[in-house]
């Protein structure tokens, strides 16, 4: 059974930073993309990072601050997270699509940016 757990997740103040994991089950070249998504109180689940064909796309509000990056050998993603912002603060999950298009996602760590 594929399952995703990440970690990571805390409450740091404006302008710190935080690394996400996401630990995978199974070998990550299992999936066709992987990437961070984000959902905050009142708002709909939106795209943080995505790693697909060799590519790493990144929402506009993160670009510059955030990093994505995978470890192979350790089945793992990361989201390393730089200049926090209050409005960073939310619910970060790992999506993975398998080879055959089945969506897999952690169950979320929560991320708190406040003085």
């Known amino acids: 059974q594929v399952q995703l757990v990440e970690s990571g997740g805390g409450l740091v103040q404006p302008g710190g930073s935080l690394r996400l994991s996401c630990a995978a089950s199974?070998?990550?070249?299992?999936?066709?993309?992987m990437g961070w998504y984000r959902q905050a109180p009142g708002k709909e689940r939106e795209m943080v990072a995505i790693?697909?064909?060799?590519?790493?796309t990144y929402a506009e509000s993160v670009k510059g601050r955030f990093t994505m990056s995978r470890d192979n050998a350790k089945n793992a993603v990361y989201l390393q997270m730089n200049t926090l912002k209050p409005e960073d603060t939310a619910v970060y999950y790992c999506?993975?699509?398998?080879?055959?298009?089945?969506?897999?996602w952690g169950q979320g760590t929560q991320v708190t940016v406040s003085s």
């Open positions: 790693f697909t064909g060799g590519t790493t």
């Open positions: 199974v070998s990550i070249f299992n999936f066709k993309n």
């Open positions: 999506r993975g699509v398998s080879l055959f298009n089945n969506p897999y």
